[in-house]
């Protein structure tokens, strides 16, 4: 969404971006970390991080700040309003119990995708398995899944912003190949990905469409290659998945 700039709160703006500058390879942040993050001074790092511990959103110890449980405020009211994982949870509960597998529903985000909805156990103890985890689109088979959607400027500015990064020997990172890729998985419409994100990580995704034909979100089963080589995944998981997809396509 665009706005006007007389309409741009730049502080709330730079209080999000430190913010925003915690994650799960840098849980906690001093203030020079946290603005070579946030692309600001240490000094005006410094003052975000003592506001946001003042109003509960961080703990510190003096020097160092982490997120306070405070900040699941926000993914709480989410999940407790919004639409998508209201719908979505029903069938994700179905499919696990029908398979014992563990499924789940991801939204695209910039240049990663989000768990909203999942279900089923984890006996795969699968690196970001969790409710609101996110993970890098390029390296997923959601990821590339919602990737193949875009249109071709859409595509080539997502390419432009994202450096697609190594995270295991299989991980596609050259763009003339990835983009040969996503071409694969728009004819297939559905994407496997082998231990790309993850070793020891098959993940099988499709793509969830509204009754318009626009792609609101992906479906995804996460298994060991130990316990489902992938040809066994697209055999006896892929038709669950393409039906749930369709059976969902007038709720969404």
């Not at 703006?13 to 020079?32: H, I, P």
């Not at 982490?66 to 919004?82: D, E, I, Q, T």
């Not at 991801?106 to 995708?113: G, K, Q």
């Not at 994407?191 to 990580?201: F, Q, R």
Request: hydrophobic share 45%; charged share 20%; glycine share 4%.
């Amino acid at each position: 969404m665009t706005i006007a700039r007389a309409d741009f709160i730049e502080g709330m703006a730079k209080g999000m971006a430190v913010l925003e500058s915690f994650d799960t390879e840098r849980q906690r942040l001093n203030a020079t970390l946290a603005a070579q993050r946030s692309g600001m001074t240490r000094a005006a790092a410094r003052r975000h991080l003592l506001t946001l511990a003042h109003l509960g959103y961080l703990e510190t110890d003096g020097s160092y700040f982490w997120l306070s449980p405070k900040v699941l405020r926000f993914s709480g009211s989410y999940l407790a309003s919004a639409r998508l994982p209201r719908v979505l949870q029903p069938t994700l509960n179905r499919l696990a119990a029908q398979t014992q597998e563990s499924f789940s529903a991801v939204v695209l985000d910039s240049a990663e995708v989000v768990i909203v909805a999942r279900s089923g156990q984890i006996r795969l103890l699968a690196y970001g398995l969790h409710l609101g985890a996110r993970l890098p689109a390029h390296a997923t088979s959601t990821g590339r899944v919602l990737l193949a959607s875009l249109s071709r400027p859409e595509l080539n500015a997502w390419l432009k912003e994202v450096t697609l990064r190594r995270l295991t020997p299989h991980t596609v990172v050259e763009p003339k190949a990835f983009r040969s890729l996503l071409a694969q998985v728009r004819r297939d419409d559905y994407c496997v990905a082998s231990e790309e994100h993850e070793l020891g990580v098959h993940a099988l995704a499709v793509p969830l469409r509204n009754m318009q034909g626009r792609t609101v979100a992906a479906l995804n089963v996460v298994a060991s290659p130990a316990r489902l080589a992938p040809a066994v995944m697209q055999r006896d998981l892929l038709p669950l998945l393409l039906d749930a997809a369709r059976e969902l396509r007038p709720l969404l």
